[in-house]
């Protein structure tokens, strides 16, 4: 049966345990929606001048063939879509204020997107935390999750979970919420649950009205359903074209949707004046609208994530990456095998490297061994990011749009949750290859490189999230592994510094492989370190610093390649979260 659902804040006062639901009860109106995609020759317009009403307290089904433009509605009005839109959504008669209504408000699609390794008591409570924040107990939120647990632990996986879901659904709206679901091929008794039918057909509407109206409306345009037949069977089929060419009579029938059809009435009735239909008063209509007025103002401006969403700020972050971590953790066979892959490949350049480090004649290839393994740092720490953010994505996307938590809190605790790791793993790495193939034997020196790997990892793990933010996961594994080798070109590895044409060095400002490269041969060969061994009769780089010189490095910093590559590190970090706006205000 359904697929996407839209639920609206409950009325006020109905229950003392959940006072912490902020809101009045609304009727959300859409006034002659027109919806077009694509631009020019290419645009498709979806949505005809629709227009229709769905009222607090009643459960309301959207129905129509497929491609009819339900889910297009949805999206529209629960504040998905922005673009493209002619025409008005009103709440509670006034116009539509996006920010408080998606608070308002809860979308679900058919295709939700879940984090793996959270129970559902443990999804249920942060959620409980986001939403809830510091207005409710403990006590409330674990009351409120373990009835949740309950109610939906009723349903089994048979034929009669659908009917229970939408007893559920109804009971959810007489408690006071408006809640419409868009609904397939629904059998006769699920449908009598329904207070409230929307028939769309070809981007109009084509009936709006009680569920047991539908049939004498049919008939009032000589349809007359065959007796034992699903009625919305066959309106389904009428509205597919199998009995003629009459869908312009049926949507003319209800204006569009600007009328809902009463059978033993003389006539359609209009949709009424939602200000007189509600009886709303001023006092009332500021409640409504959260922030539209003065008083309220004052308060938003002072304390904007606490109007905005359920937990301030800094319970956000903690909550979030609390269950960040979990889910990391969890994530048993993906974090053992990274550890392996890099207890391994360090361990395998160990013994390809073996003791070459002190080597005056080996110079060039354990900077080559160094080179190679911050690459595959950068390499190991982007991949999975990429990999795994662009599904947890989708959750982001739920999540924020219900106004779970700010995207600033997200990124902030995404960012925290995965330090630790971008830590560990490169120190891992750095412990055996760098004893094996017989680096100088210096804690500073050691530590020195050892950050540089670090800043690499981070690197690493922010154009993962920039590329599993901006890109789905095709593009996504095609571009993140590209977009490095612009960098490595002018590293200074590949091609000393004064060897880069003048009007691309440039470039060697922006790469971080360029700072990685000159402060890690600055960590080992630096720092007047003593000459190397040499076992032939002359070795042109026993001098450390005459290698330092080759690659012109000698003049250069060590404090500025960090400094370097922690500014990159920022400008990802932040491309990143532009790119999760930017995805965010474009959703779908
Ligand atoms: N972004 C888009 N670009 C092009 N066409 C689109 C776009 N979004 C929707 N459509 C088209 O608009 C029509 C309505 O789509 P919509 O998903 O709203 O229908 P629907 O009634 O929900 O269908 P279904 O029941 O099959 O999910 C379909 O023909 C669909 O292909």
Redesign the pocket.
Known sequence: MG??MMLSARSRGTASSRKYQEGSSFDLTFHDLNYT??KGE?A?Q??HQISGSFKSGHLSAIM????????????ILAGLKKGGIEGRVDVNGAERKFKTFRKQSAYIT?KDHLLQNLTVDEYMTSAAHLKMGNNASEKEKKLTVSQLVFILSRFGLDSSSSLQCVTLLRDIARSGRTVVA?I?QPSSRLLELFDHLYI?AG?SCMYQGPIQSLVPYLKTMNLNCPSHHNPTDFAIDVASGEYGDVLSKLVDGVENGKRIYQENSPSTSALPSIREDLGLNEEDENDAMLDGHSKKKDRKAKNKDRIMYGAPFHYQVAILLGRTWKTIWREKILTTMRFALHVCISILLGLVYWQIGEDANEIFNNSGMIFFSLIFILYVAMMPTFLTFTLEREVLVREHLNKWYSLKAYYLAKTLADIPFQIVFPTVYLIPVYVMSNQPMCIERFSMLLAITICMSLVGQGIGLFFGAAFDIPVASYFAPISCIPFLLVSGFMLKFKAIPPYLSWISYFSFLHYAFEGSMLAIYDRDRLPLNCSQPYCHFRYPQKFLEEFDLILNSYFLSIVGMLACFLVIRLAGYFALLFKLRHV?
């Open positions: 697929s996407d995609v694509g290419n498709k979806i949505l129509g063939p497929s491609g009819a433009g339900k889910t297009s509605l949805m999206n058919q868009t397939h769309v981007g779908r």
